[in-house]
């Protein structure tokens, strides 16, 4: 079980207080526009200080899943109303929090049609992203799961731009396709774990149970960690399922996209570390191999297609699958480094790309175009923006002294770790993206001011510093002192460390029986790069 | 005595009958009377089996199933009346207004 | 020579004699009522419904096998007289504004709603050839007439004489089939016939391998299975909206409430030989269903098809043939039930002095001049793709479970993949509601009814979707009757 310390159920109070501001907000009038504003405003800030107060009560000793609240609530299906947080989720429910709240800023002069829906949708999407990161239960975690394809749905299909239809319905129906399979996967595993063989005994979704699962890993852990694959990596994205990506993005609105690449991929990446690590350890080492490698095309493959884009916003959606590459990279190099530098980076693309993604809205609000071609020499007129968006774009890259070096170092640290050739084409993928982040910058702000309508272009007022200050101030602070943010995951990753390498000396056992030849340590590594899962367990 | 599988044989041909009287008749009355065939086919199957058997179930199922033809017939005319009124033609081809 | 006293316990059948009773009344009071005032008689078949309701809620937990075992009551019949029940008062509450404004404002209405649902409740009782035979005769009669009740419509007749055509001839499949099981085993009782197939297996004689065909084709009409699903359409096209969704809700409730008992029994489904059979059939009509679905203008055609799918959905519990497949179906019919009806109360709603309103186009921009009424479909088209939190969930979830659980891996991925498909012609709809224009002059009758109708409806399909636990309670009851 788990410790809650306030004794009052905090958890249900965060993850439900924008839902009750979504239906404070269906009751108002659609024409008061700036009291709905500043009501989703609000709301939003109440509940960042409320899971702000999560911070203090949080013990960072223990991997216990703390802050917990258990009711049973369908007891036929043995499904109970499950919360809890460890360190890995409290990182991840304050970044939500906070880049929703940015994100409702931010929208106010982006958004002047329908206002009152579009707020609701966004307010119920954040209770549907805290509600996953929160769950402990598997009914639970896929409730939540599916309520957010709606609200999100619905911010591309009315409020956003081009193909807008067509990027909604394709969302929707790619992620939906992913998540039946999981679904498929969450039911076999409850089925499993009634069999006394492999599990408790009893019918149960909660997922503290399930993963204390024992099963063998041919052929039920296989096919169960690609059903649960399927569903996550379509969501992460990963190669080659990535392709609803650059649409949904591109076709979004600003603030569509800010929580599309700040929460929702990361949902990918955490049910990758919340359930297919623990609950399916032997596989994890099996698949690791291929897993790293699809990472690594999706990091090389993101940031060349990056490198040819000609609108600003589908170059960041592509750099996106070539950062989540990194984290897929860092999560399944299965080792601490690698798994901390993967959930690090998880926070940090949600700072730098969803920062990203705000100064492209900013520019866009300004001229509406997003092409590249219709910018130039902007710096001379807008210094400020400059200047964020030189941090951001450093940040992005991995520039030492901001927080993307120290996830990125992490990573290849990690990776290095499990096999060097990972590393060394991880490194091609950092260098690319400074090429293609660089660039941008470049043609965009610097030059000469050739267009005439960017004579008269603005530069950032104060509501839009006053929301990007924060993203920047995060920058900074994890990458100058990251201390505090790995030491709150430190006994997460820890237990999930632990029971890899319990699995992967299983599968050291087992394939030494097997095979026959002994694979050497140094130079022999590279010959055998038909990589050795053992590998992996070295640390 | 007659063989049970005489009873069969008849019954099912008659079975045959109506069912492709159904199938292929355009008139809206011939393919009612198919269906009272059918219908007729099952019951003497059914008192067959009775005999058979010597129990007396069959023949009891066998009158309920003369008064549902008789019930089926009813509303299977009022509802050809209503057809008739409309467009004066019982043929069950030219309903044709709901295709795909 | 003392007389042999039957065996008859009347209160087995108190719900039916209740309802039968208020019927008998209402055709009587029928032409003392004034033309403009039949609504009345609406009020009065609702009365009806709630008192047999209350009996039935009475009567839980009895299990009387009566009529010389022509009638069973117990937990599994209840369950089902329960949904009718609710099934019939939705739909009288649908009707009537809509009856009124078709101008089809007849007392007979509500007269044969009444006897339809009399036939349907006697559907799960029936322990005996007999007595499912008639049971299916009368909900079926009634249904014929009700599909043709419009008539001067052109497209009511069709609907209705297809629907007529259809049903007797598969009526007369049933009854043949029944023939012949009756002449393989000697008996009408469905449970002496279990004991039979027990002894002597199921594949003994011709005339039980002709019994069986018979009899799956026959039901495959009824509940609108491929290759037998030809008149859904038409007749969901043509029929009164709340006709249809008579016919789709309740038809397929009691469709399937009587299959669970015959092919249990009958078949001897539990001993798992019928899976390949139902396989395909099941496979083909959710695929079928889902597929022609997408290319449909008309709404409530698309309802049709989409109802075709979810019998091939309700078919993955009868292939299962275990415990948790049958309380599926069970768990999948009551959320079914509410989606359906609160998805054709929309379309009844559009409907109007000018409007048809069963065009796709007739719900352009609905959600933007009315966004509860947006809201409210989109609780209903998760609910019918499959999306928590909502009633069709959950039942898909016990669904794919049973699946799971019986090793039926495939079926399960078949399932989630036309749920996948499906949820593109819903969301086309969705789309049409809140992204294009509204139409100018599109006039919503609302009416009291109407909004209890829909407010009932929407409600229980995201509350059982959030709490679930009665219904799974009861169906896990009531299906133990077959173990």
């Known amino acids: 079980?788990?410790?809650?310390?306030?004794?009052?159920?905090?958890?249900?109070?965060?993850?439900?207080?924008?839902?009750?501001?979504?239906?404070?907000?269906?009751?108002?009038?659609?024409?008061?526009?700036?009291?709905?504003?500043?009501?989703?405003?609000?709301?939003?800030?109440?509940?960042?200080?409320?899971?702000?107060?999560?911070?203090?009560?949080?013990?960072?000793?223990?991997?216990?899943?703390q802050f917990t609240e258990q009711h049973t609530w369908i007891p036929s299906l043995g499904v109970s109303y499950a919360f809890g947080i460890d360190g890995i989720s409290l990182l991840l429910i304050v970044m939500t929090t906070i880049i929703s709240s940015i994100a409702i800023v931010s929208s106010y002069t982006a958004i002047n049609m329908r206002i009152k829906e579009y707020y609701v949708s966004i307010l119920f999407l954040e209770t549907g992203m805290l509600g996953v990161f929160m769950s402990m239960d598997f009914f639970l975690f896929y409730i939540f799961w599916e309520v957010m394809l709606v609200p999100m749905y619905f911010m591309i299909g009315i409020w956003g731009g081009g193909r807008r239809l067509y990027s909604a319905i394709k969302f929707f129906l790619y992620t939906l396709f992913g998540s039946l399979f999981m679904l498929l996967g969450i039911l076999a595993v409850y089925f499993l774990n009634a069999d006394p063989q492999y599990g408790s005994g009893q019918y149960t979704f909660s997922v503290l149970e399930l993963q204390k699962m024992n099963l063998p890993l041919h052929p039920l852990q296989f096919w169960l960690f690609l059903a649960f694959f399927l569903g996550f990596a379509i969501k992460v994205p990963m190669f080659p399922f990535h392709t609803w990506l650059p649409d949904a993005h591109t076709d979004a609105?600003?603030?569509?996209?800010?929580?599309?690449?700040?929460?929702?991929?990361?949902?990918?990446?955490?049910?990758?570390?919340?359930?297919c690590l623990p609950m399916f350890p032997e596989a994890s080492v099996y698949f690791m191999p291929y897993m790293a490698g699809l990472s690594l095309v999706g990091i090389v493959y993101g940031a060349l297609v990056a490198l040819a884009q000609k609108d600003i916003k589908r170059l960041v959606a592509y750099s996106s699958v070539s950062h989540l590459g990194f984290v897929m990279l860092g999560i399944f190099a299965l080792n601490t480094h690698g798994i901390t530098g993967g959930i690090l980076q998880m926070v940090n693309h949600g700072v730098s790309t969803g920062a990203?993604?705000?100064?492209?809205?900013?520019?866009?609000?300004?001229?509406?175009?997003?092409?590249?071609?219709?910018?130039?020499?902007?710096?001379?007129?807008?210094?400020?923006?400059?200047?964020?968006?030189?941090?951001?774009?450093?940040?992005?890259?991995?520039l030492p002294g901001l927080n993307g070096f120290v996830g990125e170092f992490l990573i290849l640290v990690g990776a290095f770790e499990a096999n060097k050739i990972y590393a060394g084409i991880a490194v091609i993928g950092i260098i690319l993206g400074a090429a293609y982040m660089l660039w941008l910058f470049q043609r965009m702000m610097f030059g000469p001011l050739d267009k005439p309508e960017n004579q008269k272009i603005l530069d950032m007022n104060r509501r839009e510093i006053a929301y990007m200050a924060p993203l920047i101030v995060f920058m900074f602070w994890i990458g100058l002192f990251p201390r505090p943010f790995i030491r709150v995951m430190e006994p997460a990753v820890e237990k999930i460390v632990q029971r890899l390498k319990g699995a992967g000396a299983m599968a050291k056992q087992e394939s030494e029986e097997k095979s026959v030849e002994v694979i050497s340590k140094n130079d022999k590594t590279v010959i055998a790069a038909r990589i050795d899962p053992e590998k992996g367990m070295i640390d | 005595m007659i063989p049970l599988s005489y009873y069969v044989t008849v019954s099912t041909m008659m079975f045959v009958i109506g069912l492709v009287g159904i199938l292929i008749r355009k008139n809206f009355l011939i393919i009612l009377f198919s269906i009272e065939l059918m219908l007729n086919a099952a019951n003497i199957n059914l008192v067959a089996f009775s005999h058979h058997f010597g129990e007396v179930d069959g023949q009891v199922i066998s009158l309920f199933i003369i008064t549902v033809a008789a019930a089926e017939a009813a509303v299977g005319l009022a509802i050809i009346i209503v057809l008739f009124r409309r467009k004066a033609t019982t043929n069950v081809d030219e309903l044709n207004l709901m295709k795909w | 020579m003392t007389p042999i006293m039957p065996d008859i316990q009347l209160i087995a059948i108190f719900p039916e004699s209740i309802l039968a009773i208020f019927a008998c009344a209402l055709f009587v009071m029928d032409p003392f009522i004034a033309r403009d005032k039949k609504e009345q008689l609406g009020y009065f078949s609702l009365a009806g419904l709630c008192v047999s309701g209350v009996s039935t809620l009475f009567l839980w937990g009895k299990s009387i096998s009566?009529?010389?075992?022509?009638?069973?009551?117990?937990?599994?019949?209840?369950?089902?007289?329960?949904?009718?029940?609710?099934?019939?008062?939705?739909?009288?509450?649908?009707?009537?504004?809509?009856?009124?404004?078709?101008?089809?404002?007849?007392?007979?209405?509500?007269?044969?709603?009444?006897?339809?649902?009399?036939?349907?409740?006697?559907?799960?009782?029936?322990?005996?050839?007999?007595?499912?035979?008639?049971?299916?005769?009368?909900?079926?009669?009634?249904?014929?007439?009700?599909?043709?009740?419009?008539?001067?419509?052109?497209?009511?007749?069709?609907?209705?004489?297809?629907?007529?055509?259809?049903?007797?001839?598969?009526?007369?499949?049933?009854?043949?089939?029944?023939?012949?099981?009756?002449?393989?085993?000697?008996?009408?009782?469905?449970?002496?016939?279990?004991?039979?197939?027990?002894?002597?297996?199921?594949?003994?004689?011709?005339?039980?391998?002709?019994?069986?065909?018979?009899?799956?084709?026959?039901?495959?009409?009824?509940?609108?299975?491929?290759?037998?699903?030809?008149?859904?359409?038409?007749?969901?096209?043509?029929?009164?909206?709340?006709?249809?969704?008579?016919?789709?809700?309740?038809?397929?409730?009691?469709?399937?409430?009587?299959?669970?008992?015959?092919?249990?029994?009958?078949?001897?489904?539990?001993?798992?030989?019928?899976?390949?059979?139902?396989?395909?059939?099941?496979?083909?009509?959710?695929?079928?269903?889902?597929?022609?679905?997408?290319?449909?203008?008309?709404?409530?055609?698309?309802l049709a098809y989409s109802s075709i799918a979810h019998a091939g959905y309700l078919m993955i519990g009868l292939i299962t043939a275990s415990q948790i497949g049958y309380a599926a179906i069970l768990i999948y019919l009551v959320g079914y039930v509410f989606m359906t009806l609160g998805a054709f109360t929309l379309i009844i709603l559009l409907c109007s002095a000018n409007m048809k309103g069963d065009q796709i186009s007739d719900f352009k921009g609905l959600a933007r001049t009315n966004p509860m009424l947006g809201l409210v479909f989109i609780i209903f088209a998760l609910s019918l793709i499959g999306i928590p939190p909502s009633a069709g969930f959950v039942g898909k979830l016990y669904l794919f479970n049973s699946a799971i659980q019986g090793g039926f891996y495939w079926l399960a991925i078949i399932g989630i993949l036309n749920s996948v498909v499906s949820l593109y012609y819903y969301f086309r709809v969705v789309q049409v509601m809140y992204m294009d224009e509204p139409n100018a002059g599109t006039v919503l009758s609302f009416s009291p009814t109407l909004k209890v109708a829909l407010g009932i409806t929407a409600f229980l399909t995201l509350f059982l979707g959030l709490y679930p636990e009665p219904i799974i309670k009861a169906a896990i009851d009531s299906v133990q009757i077959f173990l």
């Not at chain 1, 609105?253 to 570390?273: E, I």
């Not at chain 3, 078709?102 to 509500?110: A, M, P």
């Open chain 3, 66 to 302: 009566t009529f010389s075992g022509m009638i069973a009551l117990d937990n599994y019949a209840l369950f089902f007289k329960t949904l009718f029940l609710m099934i019939s008062a939705l739909i009288i509450l649908m009707s009537i504004r809509y009856i009124k404004i078709e101008r089809i404002n007849l007392g007979e209405y509500y007269g044969l709603i009444l006897f339809a649902t009399i036939g349907m409740m006697f559907m799960p009782s029936a322990t005996d050839l007999l007595s499912f035979y008639l049971s299916l005769e009368l909900m079926s009669m009634s249904l014929y007439v009700l599909a043709a009740f419009m008539r001067k419509d052109p497209k009511s007749i069709e609907g209705g004489i297809k629907y007529f055509l259809t049903g007797v001839f598969s009526s007369g499949l049933i009854l043949y089939g029944v023939a012949f099981l009756f002449g393989a085993t000697g008996t009408t009782n469905l449970g002496e016939i279990a004991a039979f197939l027990q002894e002597n297996g199921v594949t003994s004689s011709l005339s039980l391998i002709m019994a069986f065909v018979l009899l799956i084709t026959g039901f495959g009409f009824k509940i609108s299975a491929v290759p037998f699903h030809m008149w859904a359409p038409d007749v969901y096209e043509g029929s009164p909206t709340p006709v249809t969704a008579f016919l789709s809700a309740g038809s397929k409730a009691a469709a399937f409430s009587v299959m669970l008992r015959v092919f249990i029994n009958a078949f001897a489904l539990s001993s798992g030989n019928w899976w390949p059979v139902l396989w395909v059939i099941a496979v083909l009509t959710m695929t079928l269903g889902n597929l022609v679905a997408l290319v449909q203008t008309n709404m409530k055609r698309l």
């Open chain 1, 356 to 398: 990203l993604f705000l100064i492209v809205g900013m520019i866009y609000e300004r001229r509406h175009t997003r092409l590249i071609a219709d910018f130039g020499g902007l710096s001379s007129k807008m210094p400020i923006y400059s200047a964020v968006f030189a941090v951001t774009m450093f940040s992005s890259m991995g």
């Open chain 1, 253 to 275: 609105p600003t603030a569509g996209s800010v929580l599309l690449a700040g929460v929702l991929l990361k949902m990918g990446t955490y049910g990758f570390v919340r359930f």
């Open chain 1, 1 to 65: 079980m788990g410790t809650n310390v306030y004794g009052f159920p905090l958890l249900s109070l965060i993850a439900y207080l924008p839902l009750i501001g979504a239906i404070i907000l269906l009751f108002m009038k659609k024409e008061e526009e700036k009291k709905i504003m500043q009501t989703a405003f609000a709301v939003s800030i109440v509940t960042l200080a409320v899971s702000l107060l999560l911070i203090p009560g949080f013990d960072s000793t223990t991997s216990e899943m």
